[in-house]
C-alpha cells in the first residue's frame, strides 16, 4: 500500500471474486511524497481501510 501511494496519482482498489472495482482513490499529494507525511500516511490508512474492510 505504501509504494502504491508514494508512487501512483490513483490507486484502484478491487472487491474480492468476483474481482471488480470498488474504488478509485485520487492522491492529490505532491511529489516527492514523504512517507512520513500526515496525508501520506492517511491516504494508507483510507486503503488499508477499503482492502480489510472488502
Request: net charge positive; charged share 25%; proline share 7%.
Amino acid at each position: 500500500v505504501e509504494e502504491a501511494v508514494a508512487l501512483a496519482d490513483r490507486v484502484v482498489v478491487l472487491s474480492p471474486r468476483p474481482g471488480r472495482i470498488r474504488e478509485v482513490v485520487s492522491l492529490a499529494l505532491p511529489h516527492p511524497r514523504q512517507r512520513d507525511d500526515a496525508a501520506f500516511i492517511a491516504a494508507c490508512r483510507q486503503i488499508r481501510n477499503l482492502i480489510t474492510s472488502a
